[in-house]
């Protein structure tokens, strides 16, 4: 196995221009600009950002290919063959997966989730292969199997109400993504005492491969999550795509002639008796109501309505007592005389005189 001191002579440039940067320069820069970009408040989609993942990734892919050209990992040994100064370069792939996914080319989301997943799984099978720590290597295709042996193209109706096998399936799942969570929450609380002897210089050689150590059982657990979510990603993405390709025939509803006004009553016999079954049927026009109110005087435009005219209204009391008070003023002998024999009866007998039938 090659050591770090051969893999830092390998140089290949990122620019023409620029100076060729060290193997373990690439790394730690492309590792560095996944950082910043993982804790940024800026929008991912900026351009500002989007550069600097480009750039980050070019440096990541540039390093994996220094890598394979130097062998430094091979089936046929274990971890503990590993130098300390190599164990870094195994989060090559899951850093490149990491960053991939940080792109927002929404043309190309698919293509981008795919290549992202190769690199996780890349990643998985050599932490498996070295036995970095003990977990479940997902499908290779991507293909989610059913629980019930089931294909995904299966009928949705059976699929609809989960059997026993589901609900099994279902629970397992639900607790390796606890264990998973325990996990990352241990080793990143273990990662944080570490980190402050390794990045003070101070660290000794079994100090720092615990730190690397730790590196990599996290970004496992990191990449199962992330493997586990393209995969629903991609159903989804592969369907929208299915739907663009041939969209859902809206269907055409025959056009139908307008419907006529009718009577809810049982004849026309019966209408003409008791009426359309229902009240406010028009009795004139619009210009109709308009000269009647126009003639009475009290549309808006005509300022104060006059005063109505007892003709009008037709009230025979108030045309009573108004021609009542006409005689009076007028002088008339025999409307004064039953005038003045009513103030004269009024005088001698109280109110309700005579009301012997409702007492009162």
Known sequence: MAESENSNSV????NVDAEPLKLSELL???WKIFEE????NEPLGSNSIQVKVKRGVQMLEEASRMVAQLDLFS?????????TVDLKYLLLPALLGALTMKQTTRDKRLEIVQTARA???DFLRRCEEYKVSQFKLPDSTGEKARPDGGSEDGNAKANSFPGPSNLVAMAAQRQAKIERYRQKKELEAKLSDVRRAVESGQADDEVTRDFYLLNVRRWVTVCLEEVESIDQEVEILKKMDMFKENPPKQPSHPSRPPMKPFILTKDAVQA????AGYPSLPTMTVDDWYEQHKKHGVLPDQGVPRKATAEDHGDPSETDEEE????????????LLKARNWDDWKDTHR??????QNMG
């Open 28 to 30: 730690d820069r492309g």
């Open 119 to 121: 690199y996780f799984m």
């Open 351 to 356: 109110r309700g005189y005579g009301n012997r």
């Open 11 to 14: 140089r290949q440039p990122l």
């Open 272 to 275: 003409k008796v008791f009426g």
């Open 37 to 40: 970009v993982d804790s940024t």
């Open 75 to 83: 089936r046929n040994e274990e971890l503990e063959e590993i130098a």
């Open 324 to 335: 009542k008070e006409k005689k009076v003023e007028n002088d008339d002998d025999e409307s």
